[in-house]
């Protein structure tokens, strides 16, 4: 009896799955012919360039390597399209040509960080040559993502000066500190338009500053706007920061259809204006992560923000997230329940609180026990998983009775 054959769709899922393991992904480019060419695709669609800084340090040339390969399997070059260039903190040692990067026709997406042994690296450390390679990189006509994790004092102007950009992620912190997204797995082969109009942005306040700032002094003709932005992912840590924040709200308030914003403890009682949202007419989800809040401050604040004219109006509104802290009791739980209850233009949003680190028996206790009670809160899903390893998340889907 002969075994059927398996149809490739079956293959490629399987394949699919298996994405993140690169040494599973290499054996079954070598097992069967069948497998061969789609698990190379997957093999290359994202590919890390380690820029070493002296020679001691990594004997291997990655670039070169990389260039071997291509050499030898041109068709390899088209399933290219993300490219991670990890950087050295003592700039970039021994002379080598970025050309070949330059010549991958299906590059979407550009990736720039330390190399993992550098928690920071510094922009002007780096030889012209090599910052005006990256720069170039950056502007290339198919390139439509770019990330730049931990590099000091990067100029934003090599953002600004690229038309055909559609998402910028532009941190200062650590890759660990980045909101994590899932990998993208195909991309879509037509050619990116050069038409200036950023969909996506996550980003910290100030390099967010930097960014306006950039777009400004560009003016009148800047090459890249925020004017249709969809997609705002924010971290603000200070007061000075939220003029900044607002600024960004005015550019893109006809076009913002998802905002996550992560907001540090501030002093006083300032903060109770600092989110001014009624001019979001487009705003369909809402994201606000207050770990860092009291149970006490977030009541106050939230009560103030959802009856008053600062938060959003617009009956397009479908989720509304609240990331809080652990220290939560029934009292403020129940207080919280009365609050979200009164907030009438939630009532056609799905409202997602998330707790983090707090103790499973406990928690899973209260919310059994109040969801009997609570008038706003029905427990459809009660889910467990991790970030980062090390911060446990319980989710609570719940929606208006």
Known sequence: MSIPEVPHDIIYLI???????????????????????YAQKRLYTTIAIELCSWKSHITRDSVRELSDIFITNPLLKSHVRHLVLLLHQYGEG??????????????????????RWYPMAYWDS?????????????????????SVIAISRFPASCLVGCPQLKGITWSTSS??????????????????????????????????????E?????????????????????????????????????????SLKTLDVTLSKFPGHSYFRFFELETM????????????????????????????????????????????????????WQHLDCILVQAGHLSNAHIELRLSSIII???????????????LIT???????????????????????
């Open 175 to 212: 890759d660990q500190d980045v909101p994590k997204t899932k990998s993208v797995l195909r991309f879509s082969t037509d050619l990116p338009t050069p038409d200036g109009r950023l969909r996506h942005i996550t980003s910290q306040a100030t390099t967010l500053g930097q960014i306006i």
């Open 126 to 146: 780096f030889s012209r040559s090599l910052r005006n390679d990256i720069c170039m990189l950056m502007m290339s006509p198919t390139v439509v993502d770019v």
């Open 361 to 375: 028996s406990v928690f899973m206790a209260k919310l059994l026990s109040l969801g009997t009670q609570s008038p």
């Open 94 to 115: 021994r002379k080598r040509s970025l050309l070949i990067l330059h010549t991958l026709p299906q590059l979407r997406r550009l990736t720039v960080k330390p190399s």
């Open 379 to 401: 427990i459809e899903t009660l889910c467990l998983y991790c970030v980062d390893n090390s911060t446990v998340f319980f989710k609570v889907i719940s929606h208006l009775r």
């Open 214 to 254: 950039a777009v400004s002094v560009s003016q009148p003709h800047p090459r890249l706007t925020l004017n249709h932005l969809g997609q705002l992912n924010v971290e603000i840590w200070s007061q000075a920061e939220i003029l900044i924040f607002q600024s960004t709200l005015k550019l893109c308030a006809g």
């Open 281 to 332: 007419h487009s705003l369909q989800s809402l994201s606000i992560n207050l770990i860092r809040w009291s149970m006490e401050t977030i009541i106050a604040w939230l009560q103030h923000f959802l009856s008053s004219r600062t938060s959003p109006t617009s009956t397009l509104l479908e989720n509304f997230s609240l990331s809080l802290p652990i220290n939560i009791d029934v009292t403020l």
């Open 15 to 37: 394949l699919d799955d298996l994405c993140e393991d690169l040494h599973a992904l290499a054996a079954c480019a070598l097992a069967a012919r069948s497998f061969r060419a």
